[in-house]
């Protein structure tokens, strides 16, 4: 009886042993997956970061033109058909823009492009907004139109300029 004792006596140490071997093992991968998230979310918050800058660089230019279509109103009040010259003299040349004609009615169209390069990636923003000829009683929500609000980054490109076949073909 004393010998089935004595052949016991350590398998408690080895128990224990195992259960802080086992603790330690889920210890590190507890960690290693937190360190995973807090990477994630950091690569997350850079994303939302960009998105948000370009998007109020989209809206300042918006505003931007929006206030030109005030100020090119109150220039017209009398002639809406004037609208346009006023309008075009206030924009400026560093803005793209194309007129267009159809029997009494012009229309504006104008395209901008905003480029963000944030850690070697560039990211874009393209605008096109419609501008209508105004009515007497047009406002300038009714006179500008968001025609296309797209965001978008360069597509991956992988490069293979390294030719990596040593056989003969």
């Not at 290693?32 to 807090?38: G, K, R, Y």
């Not at 002639?79 to 823009?97: C, T, V």
């Not at 963000?116 to 406002?139: A, G, H, V, W, Y």
């Amino acid at each position: 009886m004393i010998l089935k004792l004595k052949s016991q006596n350590g398998s408690s140490t080895l128990l224990i042993s195992l259960l802080l071997v086992t603790l330690v093992v889920f210890a590190l991968l507890s960690i290693s997956s937190t360190a995973s998230e807090l990477r994630l979310s950091r690569k997350n918050a850079e994303n939302n970061k960009t998105y948000y800058m370009l998007d109020s660089e989209g809206k300042r230019f918006l505003y931007d033109i929006k206030s030109k279509i005030n100020e090119a109103l109150i220039l017209s009040r009398n002639d809406p058909q004037s609208f346009f010259e006023h309008f075009d003299n206030l924009l400026g040349d560093n803005i793209i823009r194309t007129i267009n004609s159809d029997n009494n009615t012009r229309l504006m169209t104008i395209e901008r492009n905003i480029i963000l390069e944030e850690n070697s990636k560039r990211r874009f923003l393209d605008i096109i907004l419609t501008i209508n000829q105004p009515d007497t009683e047009s406002s300038v929500n009714d006179i500008c139109s968001v025609e296309e609000w797209k965001m978008w980054q360069e597509p991956f490109e992988l490069n293979n300029t390294i030719d990596l076949w040593e056989g003969i073909p």
